[in-house]
């Protein structure tokens, strides 16, 4: 990979209050049944800036494999732990999240990704500030979700809103959660990448002569016909105005109308038409 694709792909990097925000978080999934649902759930974590992450009675565990399907995560792969048993993984967590798709009987708190970041997030801060116990948030084997045993150790019950067909996968779970905590964390600050050239806007007189050509090219192809020239071009004038074009692309559009005409005269088929044609291609 090139030094120029390395910086493409480049994120941005966390702040500290951000960073401190999502290491008061791990990431609980118990009695996962598969290599590539913990996989997934690493990459989710990776892109949000979660790092931490505990495994409660794997079916399988191999981070060989785990880091084979998801590439560049073994700074969370060598950080994971691994517990017998649920009550062992939640022990010092002061607060945790039961992730769950499915309306229970009993009555609990229940709540949404967005609503419930915010908070998460000021726990987060003050579990590794203070050094406090972590956020949980607990995620159900594949098949089964979690159970209402497992939701009593809870303190929140979150559910992802869907259509009724309600069938996300772990990796998914994980994802969507990851991407709320990132982005009331820090996604929303980061400004999208500047374009690679950058050009001022362009000047009242480039858009004439850029309009000028165009309709010279239209006038050239017989474009008109028996429409309303005048019409046509103001038309066209607002949607390159809407377009709030840039100086370098107002002359892309010209450079294209000056070609216009420059095929047909080349071609023999040129025809000069239109009111005060002259037979200038406006070229300068």
């Known amino acids: 990979m090139s030094e120029t694709e390395q910086g493409e792909k480049a994120g941005i990097p966390l702040t500290e209050s951000a960073r401190q925000a999502l290491e008061g978080v791990v990431v609980v999934l118990w009695q996962t049944q598969d290599y590539v649902n913990i996989a997934g759930t690493i990459r989710a974590m990776k892109n949000f800036g979660l790092s931490r992450l505990r495994l409660v009675s794997p079916a399988l565990w191999d981070p060989y494999r785990i880091e084979g399907i998801a590439h560049d995560t073994q700074d969370i792969v060598a950080r994971t732990e691994i517990f017998d048993t649920l009550d062992e993984a939640l022990a010092d967590c002061s607060f945790v999240v039961g992730m769950t798709a499915r309306e229970r009987r009993a009555k609990r708190a229940v709540t949404r990704p967005r609503d419930l970041a915010p908070e998460l997030l000021a726990r987060g801060t003050q579990a590794t500030a ?12 594949e098949d089964k979700g979690l159970s209402n045993e497992a939701l009593d150790l809870c303190h929140r019950t979150c559910i992802i809103p869907t259509t009724e067909h309600a069938s996300l996968n772990l990796a998914q779970a994980v994802l969507v959660m990851a991407y709320e905590l990132w982005m009331q964390a820090a996604g929303t600050a980061i400004p999208f990448k500047p374009p690679r050239r950058d050009a001022p806007p362009p000047t009242v007189e480039l858009l004439r002569v850029v309009f000028e050509d165009m309709e010279r090219a239209l006038w050239a ?4 016909k028996t429409r309303n020239s005048e019409s046509v071009m103001r038309t066209l004038r607002e949607l390159v105005r809407r377009a709030d074009v840039d100086a370098r692309e107002a002359g892309f559009l010209r450079a294209m109308a000056i ?18 044609a002259s037979g200038e291609t406006g070229e300068s």
């Open 130 to 141: 203070e050094g406090t116990g972590p956020v949980a948030l607990l995620f159900g084997r």
């Open 259 to 276: 070609e216009v005409v420059k095929y047909l005269k080349r071609a023999g088929a040129y025809e000069e038409r239109g009111p005060g």
């Open 221 to 224: 192809i017989d474009f008109f």
